[in-house]
């Protein structure tokens, strides 16, 4: 089945720092998508990506859905600390019936 | 209140007993899905229903089935359950009637089999 290689798999940074993950596959997605999942909770949608070069932010926070359809990157400028939590990358494609792939996701840690 | 909700939040129970975790969601969504979340691995599909009538497995469906009873309703089943079925459940919707089939988790089930 489809893989998402997300990394880093964790970071440790002080407030005010950027930050950058990103996820690449060996297949295509039609849709990229970027969640965040705080502690104890389900995961929210942070951005969707619907086009390949589009780059789309929100606050903080900016994702790219790469020109090869095969990856996509999220930034988030000057961190505060409740930006900790676990960051998901997940991509869709319409040939498995809507059925989103995630990747294993990336745990933020920002230091006060 | 909240949209999408999950009984019971968490549950501890022993090895081979049958246990049940609901999900009701007041979203009008047509699609559900159960998904278990396992440190270091991401979340991954159990099963998935498009409509009152369907049923599909997903990526790990062994070990589980469920129910759909309603549109708002999505229950999972451990017929017998096993200790490395220890896990974080969510259950989420999402309505493809938009750009994107964009899923609404809710809170989770810790489970616990001992």
């Known amino acids: 089945g489809q893989q998402l290689n997300q990394s880093p798999q964790s970071m440790f940074i002080q407030e005010g720092e950027d930050v950058s993950m990103n996820c690449t596959s060996s297949s295509i997605f039609n849709t990229w998508l970027w969640y965040k999942q705080d502690p104890g909770e389900g995961p929210v949608l942070l951005i969707a990506?619907?086009?390949?070069?589009e780059l789309t932010s929100n606050g903080r926070l900016t994702a790219q859905f790469g020109i090869t359809r095969k990856d996509s990157f999220l930034n988030i400028s000057a961190s505060i600390p409740s930006d900790v939590g676990i960051y998901f990358c997940?991509?869709?494609?319409?040939?498995?019936?809507?059925?989103?792939?995630f990747g294993k996701g990336t745990l933020l840690t920002v230091n006060p | 209140d909240a949209d999408v909700t999950q009984t019971p939040r968490n549950r501890i129970t022993k090895t081979g007993k049958r246990i049940m975790l609901e999900c009701s969601q007041t979203k009008g969504h047509d699609r559900m899905y159960w998904y278990r979340q396992d440190p270091g691995l991401g979340l991954r599909l159990i099963y998935y229903?498009?409509?009152?009538?369907?049923?599909n497995k997903g990526e790990i469906s062994d070990g589980y089935s469920v129910s759909r009873q309603a549109q708002a309703k999505f229950s999972l089943s451990l017929e017998s359950a096993i200790p490395n079925q220890t896990a974080l459940y969510f259950c989420a919707t999402s309505d493809f009637g938009g750009p994107v089939d964009t899923q609404y988790f809710g809170p989770g089930t810790r489970l616990t089999v001992l």
């Open positions: 229903s498009f409509d009152v009538k369907d049923i």
């Open positions: 997940a991509g869709l494609t319409r040939g498995s019936n809507y059925k989103l792939t």
């Open positions: 990506l619907y086009k390949a070069g």
